[in-house]
């Protein structure tokens, strides 16, 4: 799992779908993503959206070690449905997770397959490739095109320290903040996160 990966799926996937150029948004690690594809393939990125992300390397997040901890010790009894096994799964992670709508983003990933209830998510993949996942790959080039950066209020993951190397990689960035929201915008603050992409877009 690394982000050079997920890129080249982005860099494969795209012109098969017959979306290049395009207009990508991407959120934590989706927005490490977008940025790396920006920066690799400029020509398939006709504006780029980022959410509440930066383009450098974080020592340590210990919520992301929390949240793979709380979801891999979730415990269901087999034959529940899925609904149920929402509810019990909503009631193990809230003694870890308070936050409710980061537990609502968790839960979605819940998914029933051969019968039995799994993570979407590859979590024994993303906890042995943490140091990766916390990076970003060093980049020389900038991204020319038009690029907005939408941050959380409350939220650490674009620091005032980082906006040299935001300018530098993306020397067209707009930061726009979005008042009393933390790292997940788009759940928490909808209406204020579809109107930041609308005006930016027109």
Same mark, same amino acid.
């Given at each position: 799992?690394?982000?050079?990966?997920?890129?080249?799926?982005?860099?494969?996937?795209?012109?098969?779908?017959?979306?290049?150029?395009?207009?990508?948004?991407?959120?934590? /690690?989706?927005?490490?993503?977008?940025?790396? @594809?920006?920066?690799?393939?400029?020509? !398939? #990125?006709? =504006? %780029?959206?980022?959410?509440?992300?930066?383009?450098?390397?974080?020592?340590?997040?210990?919520?992301?070690?929390?949240?793979?901890?709380?979801?891999?010790?979730?415990?269901?009894?087999?034959?529940?449905?899925?609904?149920?096994?929402?509810?019990?799964?909503?009631?193990?992670?809230?003694?870890?997770?308070?936050?409710?709508? /980061?537990?609502?983003?968790?839960?979605?990933? @819940?998914?029933?397959?051969?019968?039995? !209830? #799994?993570? =979407? %998510?590859?979590?024994?993949?993303?906890?042995?490739?943490?140091?990766?996942?916390?990076?970003?790959?060093?980049?020389?080039?900038?991204?020319?095109?038009?690029?907005?950066?939408?941050?959380?209020?409350?939220?650490?993951?674009?620091?005032?320290?980082?906006?040299?190397?935001?300018?530098?990689?993306?020397?067209?960035?707009? /930061?726009?903040?979005?008042?009393?929201?933390?790292?997940?915008?788009?759940?928490?603050?909808?209406?204020?996160?579809?109107?930041?992409?609308?005006?930016?877009?027109?």
């Amino acid at each position: 799992m690394s982000y050079e990966a997920m890129s080249q799926d982005l860099q494969d996937f795209l012109p098969q779908l017959g979306l290049v150029p395009c207009v990508l948004i991407g959120h934590s /690690m989706g927005g490490k993503t977008a940025m790396l @594809l920006a920066l690799q393939r400029p020509e !398939l #990125v006709e =504006r %780029l959206i980022v959410e509440d992300m930066s383009p450098v390397e974080f020592t340590s997040d210990p919520n992301i070690h929390t949240y793979i901890a709380a979801m891999r010790a979730i415990d269901i009894p087999d034959k529940v449905p899925l609904s149920h096994a929402r509810k019990l799964a909503d009631e193990q992670l809230s003694r870890v997770v308070q936050d409710i709508n /980061m537990r609502k983003l968790m839960l979605t990933n @819940l998914v029933e397959a051969d019968g039995r !209830l #799994v993570w =979407r %998510l590859n979590l024994d993949t993303m906890a042995k490739h943490l140091d990766k996942i916390l990076a970003f790959p060093p980049q020389q080039e900038p991204f020319p095109g038009p690029t907005l950066f939408l941050c959380g209020e409350h939220s650490k993951y674009v620091h005032p320290s980082h906006y040299p190397e935001i300018r530098r990689l993306f020397p067209q960035a707009q /930061m726009q903040t979005v008042p009393n929201s933390g790292h997940w915008i788009h759940a928490s603050h909808p209406q204020e996160f579809m109107a930041a992409i609308r005006d930016f877009l027109v």
